[in-house]
């Protein structure tokens, strides 16, 4: 009986520290349960320090820039890419052919005119000695009498007169009006002044020696008498 009942005690004993040892289980559980379970060894961490964490990790990431930025601020920082020397050989070439084409330009223009004021230099230099034996004609054809000018000597002689100057006048040398025109320092050359009622004021009154012009210039002044 004895022994039944030292038994029945170290079985309650066994009992009672088994259900003391669920109670202390039960209890750290509770425990860590109510603090939050921080995982295999790590350390808690609170939100705040999580937020601050992801916001430095997103400004440095922010703050790499990728290789297409970096070459964007080199643009911007040292301007549009260094050319190729090729291409700066080809500008310099294109560069030196369009001032050389400017040039010859030029250089045609200016010698186009040139020879052109050439040719009327030469060509008014043929006129004035032509002009003597113009004059040399009218001046014969003026002295022959009246009765010696159906001679067909002197009809031919004034048939070539007439040639020459109709040749002439294709040519563009003409004739200056004088006699009756007023006196122009331009077109004439007054060797003599004579006061005439019947004329007005500075008049030609007389015309020694014509004068021509071939195309716009003066080739020779008329020589003439003013009035008044």
């Known amino acids: 009986m004895e022994e039944n009942k030292n038994n029945q005690e170290e079985v309650k004993q066994e009992k009672s520290q088994e259900e003391m040892v669920k109670e202390a289980v039960e209890e750290a559980k509770k425990t860590a349960s109510a603090q939050g379970d921080p995982g295999d060894g790590e350390i808690p961490v ?6 601050e964490k992801a916001g430095a990790d997103g400004q440095e990431e922010s703050e790499e820039a990728s290789p297409e930025e970096d070459k964007a601020e080199g643009k911007k920082l040292f301007g549009r890419k260094k050319k190729d020397k090729k291409d ?3 500008e310099e070439l294109t560069d030196k052919l369009t ?10 223009k200016r010698t186009e005119r040139e ?3 050439m040719y009327e230099v030469g ?3 043929i006129i004035e000695k032509i002009l003597p034996v113009v004059d040399s004609f ?3 054809l003026d002295a ?7 001679h067909p000597f002197m009809q031919g002689m004034d048939k070539v007169y007439k040639q020459m100057m109709t040749a002439l006048n294709e040519m563009g040398v003409k004739p200056i009006e004088a006699v009756g025109q007023e006196f122009n320092p331009d077109f004439h050359n007054a060797v003599m002044h004579v006061e005439d009622e019947e004329l007005g004021e500075n008049i030609v009154a007389e015309e020694f020696q014509k004068g021509y012009m071939y195309r716009d210039s003066v080739v020779r002044h008329s020589m003439v008498k003013v009035a008044n």
């Open 46 to 51: 609170e939100d705040g320090e999580k937020e």
């Open 138 to 140: 009218e001046r014969g």
């Open 99 to 108: 001032r050389q084409m400017a040039e010859f330009d030029n250089f045609r």
């Open 144 to 150: 022959v009498k009246a009765e010696e000018k159906d």
């Open 115 to 117: 020879k052109s004021q």
């Open 88 to 90: 700066e050989k080809i």
């Open 123 to 125: 060509a008014k230099d």
